[in-house]
Structures are given as structure tokens and as C-alpha cells.
């Protein structure tokens, strides 16, 4: 059901990640069992929203991807990335559900810092579609409205205490800030569009 949403630029990602988390809710029964009356109704709401954004979603074109704005987030279940241009384009977005060993064991500092991996990435991934002549002016700003991994990311000496992947991931961050026009900077939630990934709504257009 979820895999026939082909959303390769996640421009619906809200709506993959709330048919994510139906199945994963669904999963939690037999194979043969019957479905609870509510979660037939979510899902029956769910194909509908699906229907209509077919319908009504409309793929920019041409956007130039040399400066643009990466939304991170994380809640105890799913992260969530979104890259948008200054002027509030969606370029693309991906977002994803914690396994379980993850969702019951990392905090949600940790899962934060591991949002901040997945943006570099996707933001790596979207510079490639820049001309070569020009990824010299690209510069992005990373959004994240985790306090404590901004600070860590900035601070330079860190906790001896700190667990050695985190360590490594904050030295990797940095790395990539230093080679690159590249800041993070903190935002409050509620203008955080990744936000609305982790939960699976549509907060911001």
C-alpha cells in the first residue's frame, strides 16, 4: 500500500511517513486477525490524502539549488529532513522511521545529531545537480531546534564523557562546515518545517 506512493523528491514526505506509521501499527497483528475499526478509518482517511496529492501536488521546476535552507528533526520515532530555497520551495525532503533498537534506546538528542547526518547527506546529494563551474557560490543553512547539538556542533572542545559515535559524528559535522559554506544555527519548533515530517502533517506549506 505505502510502497505505490512514488515520491522519489519526498514532496508529500508527510504523507509517506503517516503510511509508514500505520503499517508499522498494523504489523503489530496477526496476518489474519482483523484490524481494529479505528485504524481501518485512518488508513481509509490516509488513501484519500493520498488520492487528493496526486492530484493537486506540482513538481517546481528550475529551482536554483546553489543557496538553500536544510530543516532537520527528530522525535522518538522518526526523523525527518526538508530542503527548501530562501523563498520557502520545497526542493526535496526524505524522512524515515526509527527501528526499534534505536526508537527504544537513543535519546532524543542522539536521534536529533543523527538528523543532522541524514541532512548533510541529502544536501550533498542535491549540490550534485549543480554545475560544476558554479558548486563554488553553493552555501546552505542548517536548521535544527536541537539546542544541545547546536552548541556541541560549535564548541570545539567536547565532554570526556561523550560517547565515541557521537564524537565522531559531531567531528564529522564540523568537518563538513569548515569545507564547506555551510552553518548551523538553531530555530524554534514551530518554524521548523521538518517538524511536521516527524509527525506526519502539514504544518507548513
Known sequence: ?????????????ELDIQGRHLVQRASQYAWDARL?????????????L???????????????CKKLLVYVDASQSTWGVDIRTPSGTRVCAKGGLFPQPKRDKWTIPRKELLSLIYGRDL???VWKTVDESMRDQCEA?????SQINCYRVHKEDQATDMKAWERK???????????????????????NSADGITRG?????
Open 50 to 64: 493520498v488520492k487528493k496529492a496526486v492530484l493537486e501536488t506540482k513538481v517546481p521546476r528550475k529551482i536554483d
Open 123 to 125: 544536501l550533498i546529494n
Open 36 to 48: 481494529p475499526d479505528d485504524l481501518c478509518v485512518l488508513t481509509s482517511k490516509w488513501l484519500a
Open 201 to 205: 502533517t502539514f504544518p507548513n506549506k
Open 1 to 13: 500500500m505505502t510502497n505505490s506512493l512514488y515520491d522519489p523528491l519526498g514532496l508529500v514526505i
Open 141 to 145: 543553512l542548517i536548521l535544527s531546534d
Open 169 to 191: 559524528t559531531i567531528q564529522s559535522m564540523r568537518g563538513f562546515m569548515m569545507n564547506h559554506s555551510v552553518v548551523l544555527r538553531h530555530v524554534a519548533t514551530t518554524w
